[in-house]
């Protein structure tokens, strides 16, 4: 039932991406971060991947407090990205101090149970990706629903939120530094031990003791195809509450901005998550609205225009174009900041960026257009080689 799905893709290397665009030319694939990519929120039934893993954090200002990992980072952002009721399988390494499921602190795992159901977990064998990407590491496939709501921080935390004591030794280290190791494992794999796909060892690892899914004497297929069948979860269609223009709305395109007005056949919508609705309101105010989504929009190209060094000729023909959009709607509506084109606007997710166009003084009197109009006010990033 899925074979027709939309399939939207995100690579951060140059070349794998652009093999994967070749590949499969009917996806839609991002070259770029994950925490570049602007991707619509509560829109994707599925969240599939093999996320990065690594003791360091990504820049992203969403998710900064949290001070996630890069790997909780991955599942705190597609928890966001998919529907209510839609389901996250992400493998994940359970390496750097027990990784997502096994660590001791269970800071990333009940941030993960406050919005989602674990449909189940599988570990795998060290072995399991030795052939294609010549690594040995232990790893979970983790499958994860999203709830309809956040749960409250004083629901029951379920099982796997949790870890017990595996393992607990003395170690010197090369440098004769005596250390107390503690190695945990999640209670779910303790409670389910048909879920690990191999036999849990601790061995001598690079940072002291380390646990390790060790493989056993059997294909890993057949081991998989048996574990799978304990997994069982129905995605549903996704409901919303709809208006009482429900049956106008369209479904939404996810190259416009979430909670933005948008031009479709020349109808006025406004996107709100998985949907947009059609907008009515008096002429006056829809002429308003479609001059300032034609600032925006021009507003965010010259910003991407200088955010990816675009020559200087093409940047100041959109400058052009800038000063003529705002000067003409100006001239019929006044600046964008005042009370008609506030209300008619405000609920549209750019408009304070429009409102920056303009520099007004103490009294609230206007001084002058931004250095956007006339000037580079954005440099763009240059590696350090």
Same mark, same amino acid.
Not at 187 to 212: A, C, N, R, T, W
Not at 257 to 278: A, H, I, K, Q, W
């Given at each position: 039932?899925?074979?027709d799905?939309?399939?939207?893709g995100v690579?951060i290397d140059?070349i794998?991406?652009?093999?994967?665009?070749?590949?499969y030319?009917?996806s839609?694939?991002?070259?770029?971060?994950?925490?570049?990519v602007?991707?619509p929120?509560?829109?994707?039934?599925?969240?599939?991947?093999?996320?990065p893993?690594?003791?360091?954090?990504?820049?992203d200002?969403r998710?900064?407090?949290?001070?996630?990992?890069?790997?909780d980072?991955f599942?705190a952002?597609?928890?966001?990205?998919?529907?209510?009721?839609?389901?996250?399988?992400?493998?994940?390494?359970?390496g750097m101090g027990?990784?997502?499921f096994?660590?001791?602190?269970?800071?990333a795992?009940?941030?993960?149970? @406050?919005?989602c159901?674990l449909?189940?977990?599988?570990?795998?064998p060290s072995?399991?990706?030795?052939?294609?990407a010549g690594?040995d590491?232990?790893?979970d496939?983790?499958?994860?629903?999203?709830l309809?709501? @956040?749960r409250?921080?004083?629901?029951?935390?379920?099982?796997w939120?949790?870890?017990?004591?595996?393992?607990?030794s003395d170690y010197?280290?090369k440098?004769g530094?005596?250390?107390?190791?503690?190695i945990?494992?999640n209670?779910?794999?303790l409670?389910h031990?048909?879920?690990?796909?191999?036999k849990?060892?601790?061995?001598?690892?690079?940072?002291?003791?380390?646990?390790?899914c060790?493989p056993?004497?059997?294909?890993?297929?057949?081991?998989l195809?048996k574990?799978?069948q304990?997994?069982?979860a129905?995605?549903?269609?996704?409901?919303?509450?709809?208006p009482d223009?429900?049956?106008?709305?369209?479904?939404?395109?996810?190259?416009?901005r979430n909670?933005?007005?948008?031009?479709?056949?020349?109808?006025?919508y406004f996107?709100? =998550?998985s949907l947009m609705?059609p907008?009515h309101?008096?002429?006056?105010?829809?002429?308003?609205?479609?001059g300032?989504?034609?600032?925006?929009?021009?507003?965010?190209r010259l910003?991407e225009?200088?955010?990816? =060094?675009?020559?200087?000729?093409?940047?100041q023909?959109?400058q052009?174009?800038?000063?003529?959009l705002?000067?003409?709607?100006?001239?019929h509506?006044g600046y964008i900041?005042?009370?008609?084109?506030?209300?008619?606007f405000?609920?549209?997710s750019?408009?304070?960026?429009?409102c920056?166009?303009?520099?007004f003084d103490?009294e609230?009197n206007?001084?002058h257009?931004?250095d956007m109009?006339?000037?580079?006010?954005i440099?763009t990033h240059?590696p350090?080689?």
């Amino acid at each position: 039932s899925m074979m027709d799905s939309k399939i939207y893709g995100v690579e951060i290397d140059d070349i794998s991406g652009r093999i994967a665009r070749q590949l499969y030319p009917e996806s839609r694939i991002e070259i770029a971060g994950f925490e570049d990519v602007e991707l619509p929120d509560s829109f994707f039934d599925v969240a599939i991947g093999n996320v990065p893993f690594g003791n360091l954090k990504v820049f992203d200002r969403r998710y900064n407090k949290y001070n996630f990992l890069i790997h909780d980072y991955f599942f705190a952002k597609a928890i966001d990205k998919v529907r209510p009721g839609g389901v996250i399988a992400f493998i994940t390494s359970n390496g750097m101090g027990g990784g997502t499921f096994d660590k001791q602190t269970d800071k990333a795992r009940k941030y993960l149970a @406050q919005r989602c159901e674990l449909v189940g977990a599988i570990r795998l064998p060290s072995n399991a990706f030795t052939e294609n990407a010549g690594t040995d590491i232990t790893t979970d496939i983790l499958f994860l629903q999203k709830l309809d709501k @956040q749960r409250g921080m004083d629901a029951d935390v379920p099982e796997w939120v949790n870890t017990s004591v595996y393992h607990e030794s003395d170690y010197v280290d090369k440098d004769g530094a005596a250390h107390h190791q503690i190695i945990t494992l999640n209670d779910y794999y303790l409670k389910h031990p048909e879920m690990v796909l191999g036999k849990h060892e601790v061995i001598s690892g690079p940072f002291g003791p380390q646990l390790v899914c060790s493989p056993v004497d059997r294909p890993l297929s057949e081991l998989l195809q048996k574990a799978i069948q304990n997994i069982s979860a129905e995605i549903k269609p996704y409901e919303v509450s709809l208006p009482d223009n429900e049956d106008e709305a369209i479904s939404a395109d996810p190259n416009v901005r979430n909670y933005s007005y948008t031009v479709v056949d020349g109808n006025l919508y406004f996107r709100e =998550n998985s949907l947009m609705y059609p907008v009515h309101v008096s002429k006056t105010a829809e002429n308003r609205i479609r001059g300032m989504i034609r600032l925006r929009d021009c507003t965010r190209r010259l910003i991407e225009y200088q955010t990816e =060094n675009y020559p200087d000729e093409t940047i100041q023909a959109e400058q052009s174009e800038l000063n003529r959009l705002y000067d003409d709607h100006v001239k019929h509506y006044g600046y964008i900041s005042n009370q008609g084109n506030r209300l008619a606007f405000r609920d549209d997710s750019s408009y304070f960026l429009l409102c920056s166009l303009e520099i007004f003084d103490d009294e609230g009197n206007f001084k002058h257009k931004s250095d956007m109009f006339t000037k580079r006010t954005i440099r763009t990033h240059i590696p350090v080689t």
